[in-house]
């Protein structure tokens, strides 16, 4: 065979891919595959999910555009990778700062030894894990490097870094350096990333905090450690890992050029799995990022291109569906062929559900063999020192799991620790102040142009007034846009006054409380409608906690529920407007913040009356709005209204 090592490697590999194709590759489209039956116990269910999934399906065609030419590909690129980072919490970068790494034991295995490390990927946020490497190395020789990112297994104080321990140690003897880090959750020091999962803490949206971020930082940081070490190759650093390994491996590969291959083991679908078929259902917060800036979901493995990836998965796995996974592999292979790159990306499937069996353990090895060392041979001894169940539900480790604590006692653990709270650090929130008078104008244009682009950005330039579709009495059935019909009658506790003189448009809660509090507010004239927004009243859908699937899957589309609701607001206001009367906008509590939003995007709103406004989007009745306390709070809004609010 002529040709350099390189060519022939890339010959060989590429043969290599086209046999694992044939073998593992499904032949045939699978149906969807959805996450249990759709709510149906609510009167807004059906309406919510069409009108999610309509949105699911126009941003996951946006994907044609990314794949027109390289070049256009490739003028994007810039851009793309700051807003993924920012979409995780991590733009602007945070400072890499010192890691304090710190070794706390060596066990000696053999061929092999295990490091127990920590460091800190941010002052007081540690990470703790074990590097496996060989025993005995050439001197002066680097070694490549893998970096294992772990799924979802429970093993308590021990840290989830123990159950993919076999792992660790497969690589440790096939000549690679082997960092396998704890997870945010499930680590030593256990935080969450359940926050609007079941844990209620919805001021993550207002923060753009997600555990994704988390993730994704640490393991930045942690190829920062390797590249610190005499005996690893920085050239030669892969990640790999499944479940939520393998989503992290995507947001490691996707943030960090540093990565030279990838292998994410079911860590990925798309927003027609995610959104339409409620697959959101089954995870957790750590496997999303805030789709801020409405991408197609393969958008983040795409900045991975054009270097080798595998995308690995099984054929019944009910987070991670075949249909998903078909689509995703079908339009990389697109992206990667404008690289001329085709032989660098392929799926591996195999036949079962959620786990990581031997076929795709071999299939993994094999892929790191065959381009960090060159070498495509084929993996014999796969199910060496696995980590094995017995029929009683007891597990036996090749080392044990307390052997493998860098932190061996509770009061080991580090007393300054922000894991368990560092979803209230880890993205800043805004510092802007207050404007002096002359300053006001320019102030208020700035900030409202900044809360479009990662705030409202789902809004058109400008709201239509809604469109009238029934009539039934007093009360108005309106379509506010295209899938989204709420309704909006007389009060009934203030009666209509003989002759208008202004509108009132009272914005209803989730929960329907008494407009008392509106009385002493209204003169001779005022007619009062009331507007009952997407899920409220007639409209209310299911709410189940957890998984809490509307509201979660809304920041996959780049919005949430309240914007939904702001926007339902503006076009009824715009709508009422057109007799030419002047109108207002009313609410108590978060209604208030809906009325105050809608106000400030809408200037044919005339004032905006806001009774109980909450002090801040950090409160838990504050509308829930994305990224918002990246850019301002409530009383900066209350600031640019000015006269046109009332509290």
């Known amino acids: 065979m002529s040709g350099s090592p390189r060519d022939r490697m890339g010959r060989i590999r590429g043969l290599f891919l086209c046999a694992l194709a044939c073998c593992l590759s499904p032949s045939t489209q699978l149906a969807a595959q959805e996450y249990g039956p759709p709510d149906r116990s609510s009167p807004g269910d059906e309406m919510i999910q069409a009108y999610l999934a309509g949105q699911a399906s126009r941003i996951h065609s946006l994907f044609a555009a990314d794949i027109e030419s390289k070049s256009a590909w490739e003028a994007n690129r810039a851009r793309y990778r700051q807003e993924y980072l920012y979409m995780l919490g991590l733009w602007p970068l945070p400072e890499k700062t010192p890691l ?216 019944q796995d009910r987070i991670f569906p075949m249909d998903a996974n078909e689509r995703i592999i079908n339009r990389l292979e697109r992206l990667y062929s ?26 993994v090895y094999r892929f790191f063999r065959t381009e960090l060392l060159l070498d495509p041979s084929p993996v014999t001894d796969s199910e060496v020192d696995l980590v094995v169940r017995s029929s009683h539900g007891k597990k036996t480790y090749p080392i044990d799991p307390k052997k493998l604590r860098v932190f061996s006692t509770d009061d080991d653990l580090p007393r300054d620790e922000l894991n368990t709270s560092i979803d209230r650090h880890f993205v800043p929130i805004s510092d802007v102040g207050m404007p002096e008078e002359n300053g006001l104008a320019a102030w208020r244009e700035e900030l409202k142009a900044h809360l479009r682009r990662v705030v409202f950005r789902s809004f058109p330039p400008r709201i239509e007034p809604a469109r009238v579709l029934q009539r039934s009495g007093s009360n108005v059935r309106i379509e506010t846009e295209p899938g989204i019909r709420v309704w909006v009658g007389q009060a009934s506790e203030f009666p209509p006054p003989i002759q208008r003189k202004r509108i009132v448009l009272l914005v209803r809660g989730e929960a329907k409380a008494s407009a ?69 906008v009313a609410g108590q509590g978060r209604a208030a913040g809906w009325a105050a939003y809608a106000a400030l995007w809408e200037s044919e709103i005339d004032q905006a009356w806001c009774d109980s406004l909450p002090d801040s989007h950090m409160d838990p009745e504050a509308p829930q709005l994305l990224n918002v306390l990246r850019v301002c709070d409530l009383p900066h809004v209350v600031k640019m209204l000015g006269a046109r609010l009332r509290k």
């Open 338 to 363: 404008l690289y001329g790159a085709s032989a660098s990306v392929d799926a591996v499937v195999s036949i079962g559900g959620h786990a990581y069996r031997e076929d795709l353990r071999r299939a």
């Open 100 to 315: 304090k790494a710190t070794v706390t034991g060596t066990l000696e295995m053999g061929d092999y030894v295990v490091e127990k490390i920590h460091f800190q990927s941010r002052p007081r946020l540690y990470v703790t894990g074990n590097l496996y490497r060989p025993a005995k190395r050439e001197a002066g020789k680097r070694l490549p490097a893998v970096l294992y990112v772990c799924g979802h297994s429970y093993q308590g104080r021990d840290g989830n870094k123990t159950a993919y321990q076999s792992h660790g140690i497969w690589f440790a003897r096939h000549g690679f350096i082997c960092l396998m880090i704890d997870t945010l959750q499930l680590g030593e020091i256990g935080a969450t990333h359940h926050g609007t999962y079941r844990e209620g803490r919805w001021w993550w949206h207002a923060r753009g905090y997600t555990p994704a971020g988390v993730e994704c930082w640490n393991g930045i940081r942690a190829i920062d450690y390797l590249q610190s070490r005499g005996d690893v190759d920085p050239q030669r650093i892969g990640v790999t890992g499944i479940s939520g390994g393998g989503a992290a491996t995507f947001w490691i590969a996707a943030a960090d050029p540093r990565v030279a291959i990838a292998a994410p083991v079911s860590g990925m679908a798309d927003l027609p799995s995610y959104v339409t078929n409620r697959v959101i259902n089954g995870h957790c917060d750590c496997m999303f990022l805030y789709n801020t800036f409405q991408w197609p979901w393969t958008r983040i493995a795409s900045l991975v291109a054009p270097r080798p990836l595998r995308f690995v998965n099984s054929d």
């Open 516 to 584: 008392g509090w509106l009385a002493s507010r209204l003169q001779e004239g005022d007619c009062v409608m009331v507007l009952e927004p997407r899920g409220t009243g007639a409209t209310r859908w299911t709410r189940k906690n957890p998984p809490n699937y509307v509201e979660r899957a809304h920041v996959l589309l780049g919005q949430t529920v309240d914007t939904g609701r702001i926007r339902d607001t503006i076009a009824a206001a715009r709508w009422l407007r057109q007799s030419s009367l002047p109108v207002i």
